[in-house]
Nanobody, 121 residues
Framework: QVQLVESGGGLVQAGGSLRLSCVAS????????MGWFRQAPGKEREFVAA????????DYADSVKGRFSISRDNAKNTVFLQMNSLKPEDTAVYYC??????????????WGQGTQVTVSS
């Protein structure tokens, strides 16, 4: 199965930006819709954004709509999440995964290491 490695997280001030990357190895992601999820301490993992196989269609959680942008480069087997106007409530570990369309449920309950995003006030 595909291995997904997230990177790009870090510590930023509120209002700042980060760009997360999710690189797949072992299998192409071109046949999968992909999504980003996040999990804060003590909370369940939640959906953040999804992108269709071709990259034509995207969808976002209401909490990030207008601030985050998901994209993909199938040739590089990579999915991105551009995060702008970050808020402290965006603080979480961010994960990527293949998802079903259009409900954005993970295809497989297997998660990578994730990347930590911390937004200070």
């Amino acid at each position: 199965q595909v291995q997904l490695v997230e990177s790009g997280g870090g510590l930023v001030q509120a209002g700042g930006s980060l760009r997360l990357s999710c690189v797949a190895s072992g299998r192409t992601i071109s046949t999968y819709a992909m999504g980003w999820f996040r999990q804060a301490p003590g909370k369940e993992r939640e959906f953040v954004a999804a992108i269709s196989r071709s990259g034509t269609n995207t969808d976002y959680a209401d909490s990030v709509k207008g601030r985050f942008s998901i994209s993909r480069d199938n040739a590089k087997n990579t999915v991105f999440l551009q995060m702008n106007s970050l808020k402290p409530e965006d603080t979480a570990v961010y994960y990527c995964n293949a998802v079903y369309w259009p409900n954005y449920r993970p295809v497989r309950d297997s998660w990578g290491q994730g990347t930590q995003v911390t937004v200070s006030s």
